[in-house]
């Protein structure tokens, strides 16, 4: 009875490790994300590039998963097909919320991101959760999976 016991928290014992820790890195991501947010801003290739991990998983808030391929050639397609907007006629990104939870060399960094356009004028604001996974290798974070959900506008923005 002793060694089954024993063993078993033998077992489970290095779960432990898997506890989320105050988040060492929480700075360097959040000043990652809002970087990436001015460059998406203004569809920085380069910083897509940096950004995304080449084998992300990418779930947009409308049901489509992507790669970091599918990205980078969206946004190429973009940039050569339309003509380059106005400063009044672009969106920005920005994050509010930020939280991190940081496991080694792996984080969670969860927001709610909001994107203002102005069109004709008037300014559009929309409102989403995204959640992204990032991997840290040769002393750089990358994003691996990111899953992003459109906020009805009539809910509560803040949870």
Do not use: C
Not at 46 to 69: C, N, P, V
Not at 79 to 86: D, E, I, M, Q
């Amino acid at each position: 009875m002793k060694i089954s016991v024993l063993l078993l928290l033998g077992l489970f014992a290095p779960l432990g490790a898997a506890e989320p820790t105050a988040a060492p890195d929480a700075p360097a991501l959040t000043q990652l994300l809002r970087e990436f947010l001015d460059g998406a801003s203004r569809n920085d290739v380069a910083m897509h590039e940096r950004f995304w991990a080449d084998e992300l998983i990418y779930t947009r808030a409308i049901g489509q998963r992507l790669s970091k391929a599918d990205i980078l050639k969206e946004i190429k397609t973009e940039a050569a097909s339309t003509p380059k907007p106005t400063e009044t006629e672009r969106s920005t990104f920005s994050a509010e919320d930020i939280r991190v939870l940081q496991y080694g060399a792996t984080a969670v960094v969860a927001f709610r991101l909001v994107s203002k356009t102005n069109k004709t004028g008037k300014t559009e604001t929309a409102n989403y959760f995204n959640t992204g996974t990032f991997v840290k290798r040769d002393s750089k974070w990358q994003a691996v999976a990111w899953q992003a959900t459109k906020i009805p506008e009539d809910a509560d923005q803040k949870k």
